[in-house]
């Protein structure tokens, strides 16, 4: 049920006031302009939350460049949490995650056919990104993890919710775990609910709706989470991993909210051994040991070790695996799904903006394509644009 992650320590809450003191400060300084906000004449779509720990956003950046890259030149920026360089850095073949962070990289490594670049100073990032001569065609640029960063206005800011963690229902750290308090909500021009259950009735979606209390501005979705077919990480013969149905599984994740994966593999293997990390962990040569005997300890016919895609990033580098480990080592991407037909309209929403503010000259011919040349032409048809998903 929605929420039901969520765990309040009262004791914290006289912390949470003073927390919220600065946090209200820092608001305000920006609403009376003395801490600036700028605005780009390249469309920039943030994405992001008001809570420590995952609600999802590596997925929902992924739509976003499956959604766009076949008609734009896709950039997207984050901040590049724990990478070992400094300032801006744009991603090529060559970029390793100490170069970029694990995020970044699996982007890169997912998606080599759009930039990505990370600097924890999002302005100088996106001046980079449109100036520098290798990026200045950039049609559209995605903010990965900024919804706090507001010394950028997006032209559309997407603000996710886990519906295990939903914001009206926490409190501000350190009693909670929100970073902001929930009227910080108001500067979103989109709220999606992520991880919802499949087996939301429209009643729930009723109700879910009216407690978010959004304003009229607002655009509310629902996604759920879809794992695909897991695929092994090192290669090898597929033949030799048990099915899904049959198989021990140890799980291995280094993320923030590891319960959500765990509710959902449990009921389709034979028996689950979770092995958890701290988000973006950098898995030392103890934690490998670490690993490798927690896989020996299984059954050997039948196991086999599912990660996710973040932490299959760190660990395809690593040294010390056991061989054992490395030919049963599964990756499970995942992806969203948006619920109650919204998929049509979140679409149309994103693209109309990209199509509306690009300064690229053929997406704004067929922008202008769209209206009719003469309107007394009764042979004249308007053109549509297609952006199709990969």
């Known amino acids: ?19 919220g003191l ?42 976003l460049v499956r959604l766009l890259s076949n008609e734009a030149k896709v950039a997207v920026l984050s901040r590049g ?129 009216k407690a978010m209390k959004l304003y009229a501005y607002q655009s509310l979705f629902f996604t759920s989470l879809h794992y695909g077919a897991p695929y092994l990480l090192f290669g090898g013969d597929e033949t030799r991993v048990p099915k899904k149905q049959n198989s021990d599984v140890l799980l291995l994740t280094g993320i923030a909210s590891p319960e959500q994966m765990i509710d959902d593999v449990q009921p389709n293997v034979k028996s689950l051994k ?15 040991e670490k690993i490798n005997n927690a896989f020996a300890a299984m059954p050997q016919e039948s196991r086999v070790i599912l990660t996710t895609e973040k932490d299959a990033a760190r660990l395809r580098n690593v040294s010390g695996l056991s061989e054992d480990v490395k030919q049963r080592l599964l990756v499970l991407p995942v992806e969203v799904k948006f619920m109650l037909d919204g998929e049509e309209i979140f679409n149309d929403k994103i693209k109309s903006y990209v199509r509306k503010n690009s300064r690229n000259s053929i997406l704004v011919k067929r922008k202008d394509d769209d209206k009719p040349k003469n309107s007394n032409n009764p042979g004249h048809r308007t053109r549509t644009i297609s952006f199709r998903d990969n």
């Open 81 to 209: 949490y724990k990478r070992k360089t400094h300032g801006y850095q744009l991603a090529d073949k060559d970029s390793t995650m100490r170069d970029i962070g694990d995020e970044p990289y699996q982007m890169k490594l997912k998606f080599p056919n759009i930039e990505v670049a990370v600097d924890a100073n999002r302005c100088e990032g996106i001046d980079h990104l449109i100036n520098d001569e290798q990026t200045k065609d950039t049609d559209v640029i995605i903010l990965d993890d900024a919804y706090q960063h507001r010394y950028v206005k997006p032209g559309i800011n997407i603000l996710l919710v886990d519906y295990h963690r939903l914001i009206i229902y926490d409190e501000l750290l350190p009693s909670g775990r929100l970073r902001e308090p929930i009227e910080s909500k108001k500067r979103a021009d989109i709220v999606i609910i992520t991880k919802c259950p499949d087996s939301l009735n429209p009643i729930d979606y009723r109700v879910l709706t």
């Open 22 to 63: 600065g946090v209200e400060l820092r608001s305000q300084l920006f609403e009376l302009n003395i801490l600036k906000s700028r605005s780009f004449t390249t469309p920039v779509i943030s994405v992001g939350n008001i809570t420590v720990g995952g609600t999802g956003k590596t997925p929902h950046v992924e739509y």
């Open 274 to 288: 979770p092995l958890t990390f701290p988000d973006h962990h950098a898995f030392s040569p103890r934690d490998i």
């Open 1 to 19: 049920m929605e929420g039901d992650y969520i765990k309040i320590n009262r004791w914290l809450r006289p912390l949470s006031f003073l927390y």
